[in-house]
Nanobody
Framework: QVQLVESGGGLVQAGGSLRLSCADS????????MGWFRQAPGKEREFVSG????????YYADSVNGRFTISRDAGKNTVYLQMNRLKPADTAVYYC???????????????WGQGTQVTVSS
């Protein structure tokens, strides 16, 4: 059974940093692209960043490019999202998800974690 478990969310002041982790179990980690999405209250879920199974291809949303860094550790079956220079607009529940191919569309992702709250105060 596939399970994705996020951790690392919390409350941080604007300009601060957080690192989110997503532990993947129940399948061959390297076969799956991994994505990070976020959803703020009253808004649709939006793509944040994604990384291919090999780690060789990475996508970022324009709103986070240059501030966030995605990475994956095959030995730990874990994907990370390092978030720097956080802004109040980054406040949302962050989800990791897995897909057979790297895409920005959430409907293409089959497996989802439970989400972790990130709150950035001004």
């Amino acid at each position: 059974q596939v399970q994705l478990v996020e951790s690392g969310g919390g409350l941080v002041q604007a300009g601060g940093s957080l690192r989110l982790s997503c532990a993947d179990s129940g399948r061959t980690f390297g076969l799956y692209a991994m994505g990070w999405f976020r959803q703020a209250p009253g808004k649709e879920r939006e793509f944040v960043s994604g990384i291919s199974g090999s780690g060789g291809t990475i996508y970022y949303a324009d709103s986070v490019n240059g501030r966030f860094t995605i990475s994956r550790d095959a030995g730990k079956n874990t994907v990370y999202l390092q978030m720097n220079r956080l802004k109040p607009a980054d406040t949302a529940v962050y989800y990791c998800a897995g897909s057979r191919s790297l895409t920005v569309s959430p409907v293409q992702y089959d497996d989802w974690g439970q989400g972790t709250q990130v709150t950035v105060s001004s």
